[in-house]
């Protein structure tokens, strides 16, 4: 992935390889096409502090073209690489024809940047020279992607570097104690979220939890590996959801979808007016329609359900955290902490995990950096060396979700608790919302529509309107609907 290795901005003259490669130039593109070598069969050191391609024999620094391929045959990029590393210009054009970007690089620096929109119109944000100034990606359907900001060679304020693929699995020995979980205090909003207390002991033993979200990365390892198939990319069958519109049956995920205007989000509360079920989407496609990982597959993998993050900690031999766990981890052997950090909200004025700036739901700033994930590890860990207890996606844990569980925990404690032992669902907690009390959910009820606990907040989550990207805030994913803002992270035991 071009910007897991490139996106260090540099100073310097560009080369003087030609920045004038037409993909409608049938003669030019295919000499270069028959010299270029798939980025796929190069093979990528991974010493720390050195990242060059290597040749076939894997001993050589690759010097020459590169090419990446969409999957019906069409060129995507194009590079020139020297000893191993960019040198030259990069050309990058979408599935429709259109020029996406000329990049030119200089010692594997990205030394500048202009960039087109799918229908060919110029990007007046994308301006990088001399390693400084805003990159813009866009979706084929001229959606904004990505948003990447340079300043005197440094990526916004994740200036650290990208984590090297072979530290992914690393894990992370957390000892057995008791803690307090929970919280009774309002958040800095001043909003108070009854779910999160009240506060209680809770006795844990020690155990491993993964350093970073699972990636897109990890996950595709374990799709090719074994063929699975997640829930997203299977259809739903009409017998099972008589009632349910047929497009609503086809494959897909629920997806952020920002109104075009500003709204009051707190007007009706209803979610719907920035979600959208959109046939399509899948961990592969995390907004559905041409929206691919291609440029991400160091970010958390997304729009996956309980079921498949239980499916991928068992092959890597690993299970889902318990609550309990999750929240003892992302503590970071703080106590009574506001955020994963401390207590205050942003120390020295900077944003210190990926959520939503701006004018929630249709506006965000991206004054962190991200307008939706960000790669795993982009911000400080804890006190534990974990990264991302707060914000970037909701993480899926193995227990069933209650709003009142711990209310039902205090009556009666157990070391290393799991959760309640029945589900409940989105009928009886709404229910729950209305009246303060939780019905027993109805026999029938399909067990894809049960609760499971997440947590940890993401990159939708707002100051304003959803201060959870906190330690001690509770959320829920439904089995049947899994959504582009919620992955997971696996745990062992100790």
């Excluded at 270069?32 to 502090?49: M, P, S, T």
């Excluded at 989407?281 to 160091?298: H, L, N, V, Y």
């Excluded at 100051?463 to 609907?481: D, Q, V």
Aim: glycine share 10%; aromatic share 12%; charged share 20%.
């Amino acid at each position: 992935m071009l910007f897991v290795v490139t996106l260090l901005a540099g100073c310097g003259e560009s080369s003087n390889f030609s920045d004038n490669i037409n993909r409608n130039d049938a003669a030019n593109l295919g000499e270069i096409l028959a010299e270029a070598i798939d980025k796929e069969k190069l093979q990528r050191r991974n010493q720390v502090g050195e990242k060059p391609y290597l040749a076939k024999n894997k001993q050589t620094p690759f010097t020459g073209w590169v090419k990446e391929m969409y999957d019906n045959g069409q060129v995507y990029e194009l590079t020139q690489y020297k000893e191993g590393k960019p040198d030259g210009t990069g050309t990058k054009w979408y599935q429709n024809g259109q020029k996406m970007s000329v990049e030119n690089y200089k010692y594997g620096m990205l030394v500048s940047a202009v960039g087109w929109k799918p229908n060919g119109e110029k990007c007046t944000v994308t301006n990088v020279k001399d390693g400084n100034g805003v990159y813009v990606i866009y979706n084929e359907d001229g959606t904004e992607k990505s948003c990447f900001t340079f300043n005197d060679g440094e990526l916004g304020e994740k200036s650290a570097d990208r984590v090297e693929s072979a530290s992914l699995n690393e894990m992370i020995l957390i000892e057995g104690q008791t803690f307090l979980m929970g919280n009774a205090k309002p958040a800095e909003n001043g909003e108070i979220y009854p779910e999160e207390g009240p506060v209680h002991k809770v006795e844990v033993s020690s155990f491993w939890i993964d350093k970073y979200e699972v990636t897109n990365a990890q996950f595709k390892e374990f799709v090719d590996a074994t063929g699975y198939i997640t829930f997203a990319e299977k259809p739903l069958s009409p017998d099972m959801f008589p009632l349910a519109p047929k497009n609503q049956l086809l494959p897909g995920a629920t997806v952020f979808a920002p109104p075009p205007e500003n709204i009051n989000p707190r007007a009706t509360n209803d979610p719907w007016n920035w979600w959208s079920y959109r046939n399509g989407a899948s961990w592969r496609k995390p907004e559905g329609g041409t929206s691919s990982i291609r440029e991400r597959m160091d970010h958390p993998v997304v729009c996956v359900n309980v079921d498949d993050a239980r499916a991928y900690a068992k092959w890597a031999g690993k299970r889902l955290p318990t609550e309990a766990e999750w929240e003892l981890a992302a503590r970071g052997g703080l106590v009574d902490s506001m955020y994963v950090w401390g207590n205050e909200a942003r120390p020295d004025g900077k944003w210190l995990a990926n959520c939503f700036q701006g004018n929630f739901p249709a506006v965000n700033t991206a004054q962190d950096g991200f307008h939706g994930t960000s790669p795993v590890g982009s911000f400080p860990p804890n006190g534990f060396g974990l990264y991302d207890m707060a914000g970037n996606v909701w993480e899926i844990c193995s227990d069933f979700y209650h709003p009142s569980y711990y209310t039902q925990f205090i009556n009666n404690p157990q070391t290393n608790p799991s959760g309640p032992a029945f589900p409940i669902t989105q009928i009886e907690l709404e229910q729950f919302r209305r009246t303060g009390t939780c019905p027993t959910p109805m026999e029938e009820n399909n067990r894809l529509m049960n609760l499971t606990v997440s947590r940890g907040g993401s990159f939708l989550c707002h100051w304003e309107y959803c201060l959870r990207y906190r330690p001690a805030a509770r959320n829920h994913s439904e089995t049947l609907s899994p959504s582009n803002h919620t992955g997971f992270r696996c745990a062992k035991d100790g």
